[in-house]
């Protein structure tokens, strides 16, 4: 039996997502997981719209990989930027989970009904712009950590928290929450997917990670981080974007707030397979006005 070395973030939900991807393996191939601590799992204190470094949470994960210590890494893939490292492929897209935002409130209230002046911890610029349209009279409280850890400080620091609705289920969370509404949060590009790294020249970890790819996921992935690179957004920018496959069409949808935080500008875009719906939504977000609004919130965060 091949054994597969796997690298990975400490964190709990960051295990699970591991024992997720792999699932489909087990049998054929015996999985050895490298925990590692990153840099944006250490630093818990910046927001992640104020880190300068990209890949915060990737960079030690994929450098197990290139220098061999590992053969793959499991990502959340909306915390991964678009330029994968050079000497490392996407292996493997698995099943997409929930791309949506939820949203967890002490005594399971939804975000429509939270007395105003309360608290909502989220450190995603997209979030906060997107919070701050529905429920301007809440404030947006930076809260960073792990997803358990911060489930865990509800009722603490904030009385409620914006999180993804797949670290939930990924948790297993006990608790209510509400699932927040694409029209309201438009969910950020690879929410709720997960990547999976191999060094390029690797033809054995490709081959047997080729069993856990999933073609709808690859597509709707492929697609939301070819529109965030086209629009220049990179992935902690506070535009949303959701791509789905219907049938024989891959529609997509993205979306932001205006600058005076009144309404969601938002554009569509759909395409059979082969098509290039990412380049047709870049030019009806731009032409709604969308790139000047994120660049606005770009802006207004420093």
């Known amino acids: 039996m091949r054994k597969l070395r796997v690298a990975s973030r400490a964190s709990a939900l960051s295990l699970i997502q591991v024992e997720e991807a792999m699932a489909p393996l087990m049998g054929s191939v015996q999985v050895e997981v490298l925990r590692i601590v990153s840099r944006g799992d250490a630093d818990l204190s910046t927001p992640l719209y104020a880190m300068e470094d990209r890949g915060v949470f990737e960079k030690e994960v994929d450098m197990a990989v290139l220098r061999g210590d590992a053969d793959a890494a499991v990502h959340s893939a909306k915390d991964v930027p678009n330029d994968i490292p050079r000497g490392l492929v996407l292996a493997a897209v698995p099943r997409r989970r ?53 489930l865990g400080g509800l009722g603490g620091r904030a009385d409620a928290l914006i999180v993804a609705e797949a670290g939930l289920e990924r948790l297993g969370y006990a608790g209510p929450w509400h699932r927040l509404e694409p029209e309201d949060f438009v969910p950020a590009a690879g929410q709720g997917a997960l990547m999976v790294l191999v060094r390029e020249d690797d033809r054995e970890a490709l081959g047997a990670l080729s069993a856990i790819d999933d073609p709808r996921s690859r597509a709707e992935l492929l697609a939301e981080k070819s529109f965030v690179d086209i629009i220049g957004a990179g992935c902690r920018a506070p535009v949303g974007v959701l791509a789905r496959m219907q049938g024989s069409q891959l529609s997509m949808t993205a979306g932001v707030v205006s600058p005076d935080g009144s309404r969601m500008i938002t554009a569509s875009a759909s395409s059979p397979p082969g098509g ?18 994120m660049d606005y919130w770009r802006r207004s965060s420093h």
């Open 276 to 293: 290039r719906p990412a380049e047709a939504l870049a030019e009806a977000f731009e032409a709604a006005g969308g790139l000047e609004a």
């Open 98 to 150: 929930s791309p949506f935002d939820a949203f967890v409130a002490s005594g399971g209230l939804p975000l429509r009904r939270l007395p105003p002046g309360s608290r909502v911890g989220t450190s995603s610029l997209r979030r906060i712009s997107m919070l701050r349209r529905v429920r301007p009279d809440v404030e947006a409280v930076p809260l960073r950590g792990n997803l358990d850890t911060r």
